[in-house]
């Protein structure tokens, strides 16, 4: 039985998320406040946590981060429409996907079903590594580099740029991208492609991010060389 850890200081939302997850099969621990999440966290195996951004104490950023630090399991986080910074951050720090504030069962569990199988399937591979240029995308590891340097791209960024990387110079639709590495139920949902490619974008660097070509109301093309 699949175990989450849901981390929100508003009662009524832990009960919300709570009861339709356990509806739904899975163990739910809850935890009001960042200390308390890392003691479960540390105690306990879980396989997905639901972190809210705005906690009493340790902030959701910070909590979101050493978790990262100890676990790559997937994290979802819950940020209200106003936290854009806040969102992008946590995105950096780790956070495989979020949720805006107010939300509905539906969609969060729509969310926890697809960052669970993402998290559960094995990418196939048609070379062990994939070079271009200075960068380096290990499928195997999972793992991308420019140069020797490891880009830390988060398990989706990882995804989204393997996928690119093993059909080079084809146009990737928005529709088969969402489809490919988030699941079927996101397949109207280019805002998600647009936020986590322009992570990939600024991880690359200015010296490699003409690698990555934007075709508009399409999709994207990553090249064998920037044109």
Known sequence: MERVLVVDDNVAIQKLVSVNLQARGYTVDVAGAGEEALRLFKASEYDLVILDLILPGMSGIDVCALMRQLSDIPIVVLSA????ELKVHALD???DD???KPFSPKELLARVR???RRSKAD?????????IKDLTIDLQGRRAFIGATDMHL????????AELAQNQEAVLTHEALLVKVWGPEYRDSNHYLHV??????????????SLLETVPGVGYILHAAPE
């Not at 990418?123 to 070079?131: A, C, F, G, R, S």
């Not at 986590?196 to 991010?209: F, S």
């Open 98 to 100: 979020y949720v805006t």
């Open 196 to 209: 986590y490619l322009g992570r990939i974008r600024k991880k690359l660097g200015a010296d490699l991010d």
């Open 93 to 95: 720090t780790g956070a």
């Open 114 to 116: 697809a960052v669970m």
């Open 154 to 161: 988060t398990r989706t960024e990882f995804a989204l740029l």
């Open 81 to 84: 429409r106003e936290d854009e």
């Open 123 to 131: 990418t196939v591979t048609k070379l062990p590594e994939i070079h």
